[in-house]
T-cell receptor, first 111, second 115 residues
């Protein structure tokens, strides 16, 4: 049983701070890792994907992957109230087209 | 709009009725997925198609659920004899690429309420 674990939160940060969202996974052969943002009542929207160990930056977002520790994180710099949403971690394994989703972490950025 | 589209966006039905949802994927994507999502949970995989072939179904998927993708383009998801526990957001996603490295793009979802 492949599992993806996320703290459901909510994680509350002040505007302008760095928000750090974490995700652990159980399947050691996982190869692809995705972060989706989901606003209340809306569908998931892809923010970033990462496939190799290390950091990947895109604007205010940085994904960090550590396969040895089976850990992936998302950092959001200069957090804005518009970043308030649920962030879903999804993990894909080689040979499978079906990623496993975590339950998401609720982020609240307060002014 | 070249994204994934779903219809209807909302559906209210009475218990025991049948409902059908439609999904139109991004045109060049050959894989199409159906998920179900309830409040506070991540998307739960239901089934997926590669072109017109249904390649996998979740073991959790009741036989009241059926999906088709007759020409490898749009797909329909039917729920027969709906139950209150079927109330959820039904999400469709499409993708292309190699296993484990592809990205799924989601449609806006169909929110189902069974009374």
């Amino acid at each position: 049983q492949k599992e993806v674990e996320q703290n459901s939160g909510p994680l509350s940060v002040p505007e302008g701070a760095i928000a750090s969202l974490n995700c652990t996974y159980s399947d050691r052969v996982s190869q692809s890792f995705f972060w989706y943002r989901q606003y209340s009542g809306k569908s998931p929207e892809l923010i970033m994907s990462i496939y190799s160990n290390g950091d990947k930056e895109d604007g205010r977002f940085t994904a960090q992957l550590n396969k040895a520790s089976q850990y992936v994180s998302l950092l959001i710099r200069d957090s804005q109230p518009s970043d308030s949403a649920t962030y879903l971690c999804a993990v894909g394994s080689g040979g499978s087209y079906i990623p496993t989703f975590g339950r998401g972490t609720s982020l609240i950025v307060h002014p | 709009d070249t994204g994934v589209s779903q219809d209807p966006r909302h559906k209210i039905t009475k218990r025991g009725q049948n409902v059908t949802f439609r999904c139109d994927p991004i045109s060049e994507h050959n894989r199409l997925y159906w998920y179900r999502q309830t409040l506070g949970q991540g998307p739960e995989f239901l089934t997926y198609f590669q072109n017109e072939a249904q390649l996998e179904k979740s073991r959790l998927l009741s036989d009241r659920f059926s999906a088709e993708r007759p020409k490898g383009s749009f797909s329909t998801l039917e729920i027969q004899r709906t139950e209150q526990g079927d109330s959820a957001m039904y999400l469709c996603a499409s993708s292309r690429g190699t296993p484990g490295e592809e990205t799924q793009y989601f449609g806006p979802g169909t929110r189902l309420l069974v009374l």
